[in-house]
């Protein structure tokens, strides 16, 4: 290799993964598992299935939003500020929702709604590392 191969900078276009898919999938999840639920179950099962699903859910795109907005180096403060308000607002949400759910809806299967909810987050994380490694790799 010669020294200008060496000192020549690579320049890498670097996109944001298509986070979307992992949502789309967990939303997904959720209506399958609450339809699943109502066939199977009864329509208290099947609602709080789908709730539980939506409280992982929801926040989990809020955070996408936020957290992808910006990319580059030059952007790399506003990416860092970005992926906090994300985490930040997606903390807030998910025990917001949970109130909601638990002050607000009548009747509730509320071991339905911690089970799904514990179930599609666990979705979302395989559905994000899968898509993370079918990216395309850097040069």
Not at 31 to 47: I, Q
Not at 129 to 139: D, E, H, M, V, Y
Request: aromatic share 12%; hydrophobic share 55%; glycine share 6%.
């Amino acid at each position: 290799m010669s020294k200008k191969e060496e000192s020549t900078p690579v320049v890498v276009n670097l996109k944001a993964p298509p986070i979307y898919k992992a949502i789309v999938t967990q939303f997904v999840a959720t209506v399958l598992a609450a339809l699943s639920a109502f066939a199977l179950m009864d329509g208290v099962t099947a609602y709080s299935i789908f709730l539980g699903g939506m409280v992982s859910t929801l926040p989990n795109a809020y955070f996408a939003f936020k957290a992808f907005r910006y990319s580059g180096a030059r952007q790399m403060p506003l990416v860092i500020k970005s992926f906090y308000a994300g985490e930040s607002g997606k903390m807030i949400i998910t025990a917001v929702m949970f109130a909601l759910v638990f002050a607000g809806v009548r009747p509730l299967n509320e071991l339905a709604v911690i089970i799904s909810f514990i179930f599609i987050l666990i979705i979302g994380l395989i559905a994000t590392a899968t898509i993370g490694l079918k990216t395309p790799k850097s040069r």
